[in-house]
């Protein structure tokens, strides 16, 4: 079964970070990475751009609406994303517990709607 494994993150605190803290983070996000592709749950993962580089797209009444930033004010931002195939929610649990975001944001496990 596929899980959305979406990264929350704190996009004021990540900015805060000095080079030599972003710079591990990214290695241990590749190490992560190699990590699943190896064990076979790897599907797909990307980091996104910041929030305010995001579009949010209503339609109303047949009338396209946009607005720029992300659909609601939060502490955390979906900051990336790891599609993964596991057995069963616990090895997605166990799965999404390693990544190196899980220490100082959140990880949202979600199952794929499989049609």
Known sequence: MQYMLLIYVDEAQAAQADEASA?????????YTRQI???????????LAPTASATTVRV????????????????????GYFLVDCKDLDEAIEVAAKLPGAREGSIEVRPIWEM
């Not at 720029?68 to 931002?77: C, L, M, N």
């Open 60 to 79: 109303r009444d047949g009338e396209t609406l946009t607005s720029d930033g992300p659909f609601a004010e939060t502490k955390e931002q979906v900051g």
């Open 23 to 31: 710079t591990a983070m990214t290695a241990e996000y590749f190490d």
């Open 37 to 47: 592709q190896a064990s076979g749950n790897f599907v797909d993962g990307a980091r």
